[in-house]
């Protein structure tokens, strides 16, 4: 029998966890079609993989790519550094449903700066776009609790009548009969964090009966971590749900907390609640600029953002919230609260493209001012929209989580390239290095003096760092024929020189494409040929396994 592909002599990390072996892969209408250890199989296409290692496609388990994919399909970031799926509609934010005048304004302003014009309503609406217009990598999409939210009841910051609650489950439940895999919250962002514990257990109530997935960025990642985990697993537990905890280690104010953290999971586990998290292994996160407001600034959107920011009177009450910070905030506000400015680093905006890469700290002294209204006008001036990266993580939390056995890797990035209008910012470096980072940081030792703040130790084995990327995200999306190098399964397959894979993008530079990916197949076939991108859209948008529309 003659194959489509045929790999040949490769070194095969099969995602379970077991060590490599030697062997040969068969790839037949976009299948493994068979695994032998000495026979050779005839195909249309030979790849001898002599010295590379033989992998199932990195999953991506935390992503935010829900418009860069309509912008530019090809996804090459993410590809280049041999990621096959990865998760969007994290933190509460989705491209879907868009219902209500508030919700259309805001998508419409949002899409505007892609270039974008908003064709779609529902959530099934937004996926048959995605797949019609096509794309080269494999999604699974959440929907965001946050755009439900909006579409029913704005930035309103009360709880929800019951006739609200009632909309939003509904929109839940369609978004889930057309193709969501689940549910995302953004407790710390508006309008997430103005919902209550006892709203999201009633929309998790609605995801059990569908057996998906609850993936949070939870109330608190800093100094309240401790009772913002509580609060997911009691969630979890009250609507019988799996949990995934978003880009978990402890942020400034949080750092050590991991060990209680990491324990309250296996406690919840122990009692039958079926948690895990994921992590990336930057110190730095990043997100919007305008995070950093506390909760009652944003309350109302940006008009009304804007209109309170004019107010300079009001500043001063603004200031003493922000260091003060009766309810901590995002990663950056820590830094805020300390007087950290420095770490804060301005890496998108439209206005004020010239002080990209320039910190708060900086900006301010350019300005001759300080750095709160230095912050204020940037925001005014840039009608809220830009981005900003921040340096509060702690190493000793990162590895303390990323040993956990049930950790996986999620970049938090976007799909994007080096071409425009990408190029006009400067993105975090995860969305070009994650997986790579990881192999390279911690699985080889290899510490990047390019690279600020990076350290590094060997501490994880090649198969147990393939399997947090691999069988472990698929397991928890139900994902049963993917994540693993098995006959019968999809073809999704990175093949990697370990020798030399190494991320190389920086905060600085971050367009940089990861070395050492020499191949990577999707569905069965190329979407990395020889090192090079072959811009073939052979993604699918994934069913979830009890999706309505198989």
Request: hydrophobic share 40%; glycine share 8%; with cysteine.
């Amino acid at each position: 029998m003659s194959y489509d592909i045929s790999i040949n002599n490769g070194i095969i990390v099969d995602g379970t966890g077991n060590p490599w072996y030697k062997g040969n892969i068969a790839i037949k209408n976009g299948y493994i079609a068979d695994i032998s250890r000495h026979r050779k199989f005839k195909a249309d296409v030979l790849i001898d993989a002599s010295g590379l290692i033989v992998a199932p496609g990195f999953i991506d388990m935390h992503s935010h790519s829900d418009y860069t994919l309509l912008v530019n399909p090809y996804a090459e970031s993410k590809i280049m550094q041999g990621v096959t799926t990865e998760v969007i509609g994290n933190c509460g934010s989705s491209a879907a449903p868009v219902k209500g005048e508030i919700a259309i304004k805001r998508m419409k302003r949002r899409l505007k700066n892609y270039g974008l014009n908003l064709s779609w309503r529902s959530f099934g609406e937004y996926l048959e776009l995605l797949q019609r217009q096509g794309i080269s990598i494999n999604i699974a999409p959440l929907v965001g609790h946050g755009q439900i939210r909006i579409c029913v009841m704005g930035y309103e910051a009360r709880a929800p009548t019951e006739n609200e609650l009632e909309e939003m489950k509904k929109l839940l439940d369609e978004s889930l009969k057309m193709g969501a895999f689940g549910m995302s919250t953004g407790l710390v962002y508006p309008p997430g964090r103005f919902a209550k514990t006892e709203e999201i257990i009633e929309l998790c109530k609605v995801i059990s009966k569908y057996d998906g997935l609850y993936a949070t960025h939870i109330r608190g990642e800093r100094e309240t971590i401790v009772e913002a985990v509580k609060e997911a697993v009691k969630i979890a537990e009250k609507a019988k749900v799996k949990l995934q905890i978003s880009h978990h280690p402890a942020k400034i104010g949080g750092w050590g907390k991991s060990k209680i953290t990491l324990k309250i999971i296996e406690e919840a586990r122990s009692r039958g609640v079926d948690v895990a998290c994921d992590l990336h292994p930057y110190i730095a996160g990043s997100t919007g600029l305008s995070t950093l407001l506390p909760p009652w600034v944003q309350e109302g959107g940006l008009e009304k953002i804007m209109e309170r920011l004019r107010d300079f009177k009001l500043r001063k009450k603004i200031i003493e919230d922000m260091i003060e910070e009766p309810i901590p905030g995002p990663g950056p506000c820590g830094l805020v609260k300390r007087n950290m400015w420095d770490k804060i680093i301005l890496v998108s905006c439209k206005r004020n493209r010239v002080l990209i890469g320039k910190s708060i700290k900086e900006i301010a002294e350019l300005r001759g001012i300080d750095p709160f209204n230095a912050y204020f006008d940037l925001l005014l001036e840039e009608e809220t929209a830009g981005s900003i990266i921040g340096f509060y993580y702690n190493e000793d939390d990162i590895r303390r989580v990323l040993l956990h056995q049930c950790s996986m890797i999620g970049s938090d990035g976007y799909a994007i390239s080096p071409k425009e209008p990408f190029t006009k910012s400067m993105p975090h470096p995860r969305s070009y290095g994650t997986f790579p980072m990881i192999i390279r940081k911690y699985v080889k030792g290899v510490k990047r003096n390019d690279l600020w703040y990076d350290s590094a130790a060997k501490i994880l084995r090649l198969e147990d760092a393939v399997r947090k990327m691999t069988s472990l995200p698929a397991q928890r999306l139900g994902l049963h024929d993917r994540g693993l190098i098995e006959k019968g399964f999809w073809a999704d397959i990175v093949i990697f020189d370990f020798a030399n894979i190494m991320d190389t993008a920086t905060y600085l530079h971050p367009h940089s494409y990861s070395k050492g990916i020499k191949y990577v197949i999707i569905n069965g076939d190329f979407a990395v040929f020889e090192g090079k991108h072959t811009y073939k859209k052979i993604g699918k948008v994934l069913n979830p396994p009890f999706s309505l529309n198989k």
